[in-house]
């Protein structure tokens, strides 16, 4: 793995909570790594398995679906829902023969702006410690534009 | 409807072996509503298989197509264009059975795969559970046992009532599935047939179930 490798991470964030934790963690200038990519989704429930997996497909080092928390969903039960989708593209990349943990669900509440850096911390040196999607031959490349 | 699982990917990899441009098709019809052969679970399948290959180090083409059925010879005429065009050496198909044969049957210089298990007729028993309801045993006789078919649903096939393993109204054989007995008990006593029930059944004629061969269905009134 290369020293220089700094991973590409894409969270789906649901507006109602993690977003606004991402938000929050900037407005309170905390410091987390630069590396996931936040993307914003009315609710974790809309997030599709063949979103997460075409991302890895693409290239991202990791996905996290970052979602309220458990019971305090604004559609009531679309966390579980994503709960269970990221299960299933787990065991898929599994079979597949991709390490499951590049994948990931969190649950961050819209006043736990230091629960996102924290997230964006624990996603990050995981990545990192896995190291590069093997399936991006860009990666290197990449890296080094970040 | 047409029950189906996707069968293991490490499976559907070793068929793949040797072929570098697949087209995987789907059906429209039971198993997309099963969420075994749709158009999403094609999307999600060949996903999988391109992210399992460049694993493998041998990367695939894998295009996606749904078929609105893939059990009608009509659909699965909609793959001549694009198997001549686009010169697949394979294609695996997400329906049950009967789309594989029919492709198979159709084409016969390109290599045809299934991707899912069929497994048997059933239903919905909630969102991502499915059962077995009919055995297509081709003699229909729930009306006998209140619109329930213990051929299928009972574990033993009973047709005089429950056997003395049934507990609390549970199956012996998988004690998570109701007897069917108990229900058609209380079906039958809520509609006031309980004396139906107490009638000697003949033996059950099985000669259009698994003998004679190949089955047909054939209704002159439609044939050209």
């Not at chain 1, 200038?29 to 997996?53: A, E, F, M, Q, W």
Request: net charge neutral; aromatic share 6%.
């Amino acid at each position: 793995m290369s020293e220089n490798f700094e991973p590409r991470i894409v969270a789906f964030c649901c507006q109602y909570c993690s977003y606004s934790a991402a938000d929050l963690a900037g407005s309170m200038r905390l410091s987390y790594p630069p590396n996931v990519k936040v993307v914003l989704v009315p609710c974790t429930g809309r997030v599709d398995p063949l979103h997460i997996l075409r991302t890895i497909e693409d290239g991202a080092d990791g996905v996290c679906v970052a979602g309220c928390l458990e019971g305090d969903c604004h559609f009531l039960e679309g966390n579980f829902k994503a709960k269970k989708r990221v299960a299933y593209v787990q065991r898929i990349l599994h079979e597949a023969g991709v390490e499951d943990a590049r994948v990931r669900m969190f649950n961050i509440a819209a006043s736990d702006g230091p629960g996102f850096a924290e997230a964006a911390r624990m996603m990050t040196e995981t990545i990192r410690a896995l190291g590069p999607n093997p399936l991006s031959t860009k990666t290197e490349k990449m890296s080094e534009e970040l | 409807m047409i029950i189906a699982e996707r069968k293991p990917i490490k499976e559907l990899l070793e068929m793949l072996v040797g072929h570098d441009h697949v087209l995987l098709v789907g059906c429209k019809g039971c198993v997309t509503v099963c969420n075994a052969g749709g158009v999403r679970e094609v999307g999600v399948l060949a996903s999988a298989l391109r992210i399992a290959r460049r694993r493998q180090g041998r990367p695939i083409g894998i295009d996606e197509m749904t078929l609105d059925r893939q059990c009608e010879p009509e659909f699965i005429s909609w793959l001549e264009e694009p198997l001549r065009e686009k010169g697949y050496t394979a294609v695996m198909s997400a329906a049950c059975s009967v789309g594989p044969q029919y492709i198979a049957e159709r084409f016969d210089r390109v290599a045809v795969m299934p991707a899912l298990n069929t497994k048997f007729i059933g239903g919905t028993l909630e969102h991502g559970v499915w059962a077995e309801f009919c055995r297509a045993c081709g003699n229909c006789g729930i009306h006998n046992f209140g619109g329930l078919c213990p051929i299928t649903r009972c574990s033993k096939g009973l047709l005089h009532g429950p056997c003395a393993g049934s507990s609390g109204s549970k199956c012996e054989v998988r004690p998570e599935v109701d007897c069917i007995w108990h229900l058609i008990y209380q079906r039958m006593k809520n509609l006031g047939q309980i004396e139906k029930l107490k009638a000697l059944k003949p033996a059950k004629d099985w000669s259009g179930y698994w003998s004679g061969g190949v089955r047909r269905v054939v209704r002159e009134d439609l044939t050209l």
